[in-house]
């Protein structure tokens, strides 16, 4: 009997071994199971931040699936430095950002092109820059060895930019402060008096062919503009025709390519169709052929009667008076300077032509030119002087014409470049010679007029 109790126990206590491995294999056939696989990947070091761990081949390695990471996984008897920490590679693709490297700020510039008598100082106060402005960005140069046609970058100073700038974000806000449904004047507290359309307030451009239009092209300061008013005035009690202006230069303004399309049609102002009511105000002028326009005309002959060649013209008239007298304007453009080529003479002409027109009651509207002839190059400078002087507007296309390719201007390097579709939706119209020299032209006719119309709506006329 103590035999078969001994035998029980024994069964007994091998049964209980036997369920407790079995117990044991359970857990861990389920830890197994439940661990994270071993996944092959590549690894490559972030060279993002550190040059130093670019490395010629991928590196295979085993990774967990799951967030771990790699130096954890794979550890090492050297310990790795936490700055060349090994990005984290899962399962998941992931993209790396590309480093945004900022934009350096650009300076807005022109291009000008020395002619006979320049000196950095006098380019420099010329633009209200600096000898040193200039000399940034024209390196390496020799101050003292300019050459003619030698071709300078000039930077449009910097107040200027943030002056126009400035105005256009004044501009911006006082249109939102006044769009109906604005709430910006009633959170400021601010009345606005009914808003109402002025002719001195048109969607004018800032720039033209990145130049500050007001500040360099068309120069009509409140002086100017003044003046303009005064000689209307006096024009408006002799008689002179207020729909009516007048052309006195050489061969660079004669038809068919200076502004005549604006009678005849067809032209395509796109985004300057705010001029058309300027065409429309003065119908009947632009295709006008002057007695005062002529080729090879200078400044010298402009009073000469043997160059009044229109038999209607009074006895004793040059080609100025005549074109008055016949026609009747109200102002005149005068493009002179190509075939003079005495400056001091020119500067004295050009003094007697603008007092003429002063006293016949004519407003002169001077323009520069595009070509560099030789011994011509002080003219621009006088026409710019002058024009400061007797305070009378000047359009100063020579200061835009280095934007253009070739300065605008044909072979011969004096005449400029048609611009016969008159299209300015034409994304190369703003490259072409006459498109930009007559866009300017008639830019500073609107102004001329806005000033006419003011004067009427004062005077009660």
């Not at 991928?58 to 790699?70: C, E």
């Not at 990005?87 to 993209?95: L, R």
């Not at 004295?348 to 030789?374: F, H, S, W």
Request: with cysteine.
């Amino acid at each position: 009997m103590r035999r078969s109790l001994v035998i029980v126990l024994g069964i007994v206590f091998g049964l209980t071994a036997a369920l407790t491995v079995v117990y044991v294999l359970t857990g861990v056939v389920q830890s197994v199971e439940s661990a994270p696989r071993l996944t092959p990947v590549s690894v490559t070091a972030d060279t993002t931040h550190d040059p130093a761990l670019a490395i010629a081949s991928p590196v295979p390695t085993m990774a967990l699936a799951g967030a771990v990471n790699v130096a954890a996984a794979a550890p090492s008897s050297t310990p790795v430095p936490a700055a060349t920490e090994l990005p984290t590679q899962t399962a998941t693709p992931s993209t790396t950002p590309t480093p945004t490297i900022a934009a350096s700020p650009t300076v807005p510039t022109i291009t000008y092109v020395i002619v006979a008598g320049d000196t950095l100082y006098s380019i420099a106060a010329r633009y209200g820059v600096t000898v040193d402005d200039i000399l940034a960005l024209n390196a390496p140069i020799n101050p003292n060895l300019l050459q003619q046609g030698q071709q300078l970058i000039i930077p449009i100073p910097a107040a200027i930019v943030e002056a126009t700038a400035t105005a256009a974000r004044l501009a911006t806000a006082v249109m939102e402060a006044q769009t109906p449904g604005s709430h910006v004047a009633e959170d400021l507290g601010i009345t606005l008096p009914t808003p109402t359309i002025t002719p001195t307030m048109p969607p004018w451009p800032q720039y033209i062919n990145g130049i500050d239009l007001f500040g360099y092209l068309l120069i009509m300061p409140d002086d100017v503009r003044a003046n303009v008013r005064e000689i209307y005035r006096r024009g408006r009690a002799l008689g002179r025709d207020e729909h009516a202006f007048s052309k006195l230069g050489d061969s660079t303004i004669e038809n068919p390519h200076f502004l005549a399309r604006y009678d005849s049609g067809p032209y395509t102002m796109g985004d300057f169709a705010f001029l058309q009511p300027t065409i429309d105000f003065f119908r009947g002028s632009f295709a006008r052929d002057s007695v005062a326009v002529q080729r090879g005309l200078n400044s010298w002959v402009v009073f000469d009667p043997m160059w009044a060649r229109d038999p209607a013209c009074p006895p004793g008239d040059g080609p100025l008076a005549c074109e008055i007298a016949l026609h009747n304007p109200a102002a005149i453009f005068i493009r002179l300077g190509t075939n003079d080529r005495d400056s001091a003479g020119f500067e004295a002409n050009l003094r007697e032509i603008i007092q003429y027109t002063l006293d016949q009651g004519v407003i002169p509207m001077l323009g520069t030119k595009a070509d560099q002839r030789a011994g011509t190059g002080l003219n621009n400078d006088i026409v710019r002087r002058l024009a400061d002087e007797y305070d009378v507007p000047l359009w100063d296309f020579d200061r835009v014409a280095g934007t253009l390719p070739g300065r605008g201007l044909t072979v011969d390097n004096m005449h400029l470049e048609t611009f016969y579709s008159h299209d300015y939706s034409w994304p190369g119209a703003m490259t072409r010679g006459y498109a930009v020299h007559n866009l300017l032209a008639l830019m500073v006719l609107d102004q001329v007029r806005q000033e006419m119309l003011a004067v009427d709506a004062a005077d009660g006329a």
